[in-house]
């Protein structure tokens, strides 16, 4: 049984442009969420996908967006990149509400640097 | 508003020696969730722990014990008999129940000395 996985691993990117990171959520999940990590510090919530909605979301500007299809995959797009964007981006899934409690799988996380 | 503290930012022991990590948080929700995940060098987020704010159980899973105290907005994760393979940087962290919008402390890195 696969756990949740993202592409691509590693990726570098100059200032100004945009970058798109992919993530499989778990088998049976059907809820994803995106997280920033910045270099030291713990994972921030971006926002949180459901029946390919946005359903919640942080304290992160518009630049960054996302999407849910109908396999419950996602991504997440980060408009006109600054230096402050590089970090690692980590995919959360979880099971249908009322099935294996509240329990939140991560995947490995896309390492984005920015220059 | 949602908060995790993880007071110690790095800690070091010797192997073979008990640790203990502290976690406190703040929520106004009677209903929530706390965890632990371990994270390694390669950056994936491993799951440790989940419990309920109903549950104020202690726990223990092998070399593993956590004390969760309501009282004192406590989850403190200890492990016993410390290995080198437990050096990692260990995130507490808190949602409100139903969603999964969860909020971390900054972690703690624990080395573990051969």
């Known amino acids: 049984d696969a756990g949740v996985?993202?592409?691509?691993?590693?990726?570098?990117?100059?200032?100004g442009q945009q970058?798109?990171?992919?993530?499989?959520?778990?088998?049976?999940?059907?809820?994803?969420?995106w997280y920033q990590q910045a270099l030291?510090?713990?994972p921030q919530f971006i926002f949180q996908y459901y029946e390919e909605e946005e359903r919640q979301r942080g304290n992160f500007p518009d630049r960054f967006s996302g999407h849910q299809f109908p396999n419950y995959s996602s991504?997440?797009?980060v408009n006109a990149l600054l230096l402050g964007d590089s970090a690692l981006y980590l995919c959360a899934s979880s099971p249908p509400?009322?099935?294996?409690?509240?329990?939140?799988y991560f995947g490995e996380g896309s390492w984005l640097t920015v220059v | 508003a949602q908060k995790v503290t993880q007071a110690q930012t790095e800690i070091s022991v010797v192997e073979k020696e008990d640790v203990t990590l502290d976690c406190v948080?703040?929520?106004?929700?009677?209903?929530?969730?706390?965890?632990?995940?371990?994270?390694?060098?390669?950056?994936?987020?491993?799951?440790?722990?989940?419990?309920?704010?109903?549950?104020?159980?202690n726990e223990i899973s092998g070399r593993y014990s956590w004390n969760f105290q309501k009282s004192?907005?406590?989850f403190n994760f200890t492990i016993t008999a410390s290995q080198v393979v437990d050096s990692a940087v260990y995130f507490c962290a808190?949602?409100?129940?139903g969603y999964q919008k969860v909020t971390f402390g900054t972690g703690t890195k624990l080395q573990v000395i051969p």
């Open chain 1, 5 to 15: 996985t993202q592409s691509p691993t590693h990726l570098i990117k100059t200032r």
């Open chain 1, 19 to 33: 970058v798109t990171l992919r993530c499989s959520p778990k088998s049976g999940h059907d809820t994803v969420s």
């Open chain 1, 40 to 42: 030291g510090q713990g």
């Open chain 1, 75 to 77: 991504e997440l797009n």
């Open chain 1, 97 to 104: 509400s009322g099935s294996s409690g509240n329990t939140i």
């Open chain 2, 25 to 57: 948080y703040e929520t106004r929700d009677t209903t929530y969730y706390l965890f632990w995940y371990k994270q390694p060098p390669s950056g994936e987020l491993v799951f440790l722990i989940r419990r309920n704010s109903f549950d104020e159980q």
């Open chain 2, 72 to 74: 004192t907005s406590s």
């Open chain 2, 94 to 97: 808190l949602s409100p129940g």
